[in-house]
């Protein structure tokens, strides 16, 4: 008996050491209403637990613990990623945070900036922030601007498709990723280099699992493989960088200005211009957020689409008679088209609900800050759970259920849909994500279908959803590409 009772002590003074050595810093002249929660162990914190749920088949268990332990409170304290944080899980808090620039600014671990870059978007200052971020969402955001790249996405779309028929069994997502990379690959750099591309989009699947890994820098662990990659990633973007300037040195003609170009030309209001490291943290940044959504994403709808019969023929229904109203003589899509795209832009909506592709950012408290009765310490960090907010079945009847007809009629409140966050922040290559994956599913819905190998495949959930197998399978045609 005293055994038990003093180990009961030693693993309360162990859960208490966290407690013990952040709040204590905590001013004393200050009332602090902290949200309830608890730091975990030492120094890994709640890490083990969250790494654990979301290796299991039941990812929401980790939020559902501290909703059975504390209640439906919306902020939940924990210690994660290395630092006391606070866990922000209802919609109007959300969007608190995402929007009120003036009590918060990015929080990503030190981990994650060192694997994604300091002079990257995670790791800028806000006038930085908002200096880069106009130089670079031009070319990938509004629709006028989205349509000169319509003809390229459309003519990679339909060879893929065409090639992926005869291939036989393929990795779907694999396959997709590649043809998503090779896309913005080609908005950035101007490149289709084949040996460019592959080394980029095999080294950023390692950079990915590291990004939520716990940041073990050993051989053996996800981050430590990361980082290995980050520096590939770096000499070979370069390499590029160093002959796109022996190009301006000789004066070699360029054809058309890309994203290379501009992060070349711009300069601030003191005539300064970035030099090749912010250059290529910005691209490397760029270029991974580029093509993972909207790779994993279209293999979720199309997924979706196919797991549903109903789903599947309304939505090419839709397709059809897109193509059916055309003027005999155009060819390809047009973004009038893209736009009559109703229903299929509920799939969408409802694939990036459903799946939650980032499941979290980052912020830090610039200051305390009162929210729905909580106070958030100054530098402390805070989570935003977008899962929690996608799956409320207080918003979203049966959450679970892929059903795009929920849309029919209903518009989100502010802070119920964030699939590319919010605020000054917003992800700058969601139009370009939309337009890519309308895109691929019309040329699929129009002729195409996918078999799986495995439908009963199990999940992984970091970093991001998708099947084990990476969606093994065959692209049938099923009839012959009238476009």
């Given at each position: 008996m005293?055994?038990?009772c003093?180990l009961l002590?030693?693993?309360?003074?162990l859960?208490?050491?966290?407690?013990w050595y952040?709040?204590?810093?905590?001013?004393?002249n200050v009332k602090?209403?902290?949200?309830?929660?608890?730091?975990?162990?030492?120094?890994?914190?709640?890490m083990?637990?969250?790494l654990?749920?979301?290796?299991?088949?039941?990812p929401e268990?980790?939020?559902s613990?501290?909703?059975?332990?504390?209640g439906?409170t919306?902020?939940?304290?924990?210690?994660?990623?290395?630092?006391?944080?606070i866990?922000?899980?209802?919609?109007?808090?959300?969007?608190?945070?995402?929007?009120?620039?003036e009590?918060?600014?990015?929080?990503?671990?030190?981990?994650t900036v060192?694997?994604i870059?300091k002079?990257?978007f995670?790791g800028?200052?806000?006038e930085?922030?908002?200096?880069?971020?106009?130089l670079?969402?031009?070319?990938?955001?509004?629709?006028?601007?989205?349509s000169m790249?319509?003809s390229?996405?459309?003519d990679n779309?339909?060879?893929?498709?065409?090639?992926?028929?005869?291939?036989g069994q393929?990795?779907?997502l694999?396959?997709?990723?590649?043809?998503t990379f090779?896309?913005?690959?080609y908005i950035?750099?101007?490149?289709e280099?084949?040996?460019v591309?592959?080394?980029?989009?095999?080294e950023?699947?390692?950079?990915?699992?590291?990004?939520?890994?716990?940041a073990?820098n050993?051989?053996?662990f996800?981050y430590?493989?990361?980082l290995?990659?980050?520096k590939?990633?770096v000499?070979?973007?370069?390499?590029?960088?160093?002959?796109?300037?022996?190009?301006?040195r000789?004066?070699q003609p360029?054809?058309k200005?890309?994203?290379?170009d501009?992060l070349m030309d711009?300069?601030?209001?003191n005539?300064?211009r970035?030099?090749?490291?912010?250059?290529?943290?910005?691209?490397?940044?760029y270029?991974?957020?580029?093509?993972?959504s909207?790779?994993?994403?279209?293999?979720?709808?199309?997924?979706?689409?196919q797991?549903?019969?109903?789903?599947?023929?309304r939505?090419?229904?839709?397709?059809?008679?897109?193509v059916?109203k055309?003027?005999?003589d155009?060819?390809?899509?047009?973004?009038?088209?893209?736009r009559?795209m109703?229903?299929l832009?509920?799939?969408?909506?409802?694939?990036?609900?459903?799946?939650t592709?980032?499941l979290?950012v980052?912020?830090?408290a610039?200051?305390?800050?009162?929210?729905?009765?909580?106070?958030?310490?100054?530098?402390w960090?805070?989570l935003?759970?977008?899962?929690s907010?996608?799956?409320?079945p207080?918003?979203?009847?049966?959450?679970?259920k892929?059903?795009p007809s929920?849309?029919?009629g209903?518009?989100?409140?502010?802070?119920?849909?964030?699939p590319f966050?919010?605020?000054?922040?917003?992800?700058p290559?969601?139009?370009?994500?939309?337009l890519e994956?309308?895109i691929f599913?019309?040329?699929?819905?129009?002729?195409?279908?996918?078999e799986?190998c495995?439908?009963?495949?199990?999940?992984m959930?970091?970093?991001?959803?998708?099947?084990?197998?990476?969606c093994?399978?065959?692209?049938?045609?099923?009839?012959?590409?009238?476009e």
């Amino acid at each position: 008996m005293g055994c038990f009772c003093g180990l009961l002590g030693v693993i309360y003074v162990l859960r208490s050491v966290n407690w013990w050595y952040y709040e204590r810093k905590l001013d004393e002249n200050v009332k602090y209403k902290l949200p309830p929660g608890d730091f975990g162990w030492p120094f890994i914190g709640n890490m083990w637990s969250f790494l654990r749920a979301f290796k299991t088949s039941n990812p929401e268990s980790f939020i559902s613990y501290f909703v059975t332990r504390y209640g439906h409170t919306g902020l939940y304290r924990v210690h994660m990623f290395g630092s006391p944080s606070i866990i922000v899980t209802t919609a109007e808090a959300c969007r608190r945070v995402l929007t009120d620039d003036e009590a918060f600014k990015p929080g990503w671990p030190t981990s994650t900036v060192n694997l994604i870059g300091k002079n990257s978007f995670l790791g800028i200052s806000d006038e930085d922030h908002r200096r880069l971020r106009k130089l670079t969402a031009a070319p990938v955001n509004g629709h006028e601007t989205l349509s000169m790249y319509m003809s390229y996405i459309e003519d990679n779309v339909i060879t893929a498709l065409d090639k992926w028929a005869n291939m036989g069994q393929i990795e779907f997502l694999t396959e997709i990723r590649k043809l998503t990379f090779k896309i913005i690959i080609y908005i950035f750099l101007s490149s289709e280099s084949e040996p460019v591309m592959e080394a980029l989009e095999r080294e950023y699947t390692n950079l990915n699992y590291g990004v939520r890994a716990m940041a073990i820098n050993i051989p053996g662990f996800a981050y430590h493989k990361a980082l290995k990659a980050r520096k590939k990633l770096v000499s070979t973007l370069q390499s590029v960088v160093d002959q796109r300037r022996e190009q301006r040195r000789s004066n070699q003609p360029i054809d058309k200005k890309d994203m290379m170009d501009a992060l070349m030309d711009v300069e601030d209001e003191n005539g300064r211009r970035l030099n090749d490291d912010e250059i290529i943290d910005v691209l490397l940044m760029y270029l991974n957020a580029g093509h993972e959504s909207s790779g994993h994403i279209t293999m979720w709808a199309t997924l979706f689409l196919q797991k549903h019969p109903d789903i599947f023929k309304r939505a090419k229904a839709e397709q059809e008679e897109i193509v059916r109203k055309r003027s005999p003589d155009q060819k390809g899509l047009t973004l009038k088209e893209v736009r009559q795209m109703v229903y299929l832009d509920k799939v969408i909506d409802e694939t990036l609900r459903v799946i939650t592709f980032s499941l979290t950012v980052f912020r830090e408290a610039k200051k305390d800050v009162n929210i729905c009765g909580y106070t958030i310490p100054q530098g402390w960090k805070v989570l935003v759970w977008f899962r929690s907010v996608h799956l409320d079945p207080e918003t979203y009847v049966d959450p679970m259920k892929f059903d795009p007809s929920r849309w029919d009629g209903f518009t989100p409140k502010a802070g119920n849909f964030l699939p590319f966050g919010g605020g000054s922040r917003l992800c700058p290559g969601n139009d370009l994500a939309k337009l890519e994956i309308a895109i691929f599913l019309h040329y699929f819905l129009l002729n195409y279908e996918l078999e799986r190998c495995n439908p009963a495949c199990p999940l992984m959930y970091l970093p991001h959803s998708r099947p084990k197998d990476n969606c093994l399978g065959r692209i049938n045609r099923v009839s012959t590409p009238n476009e």
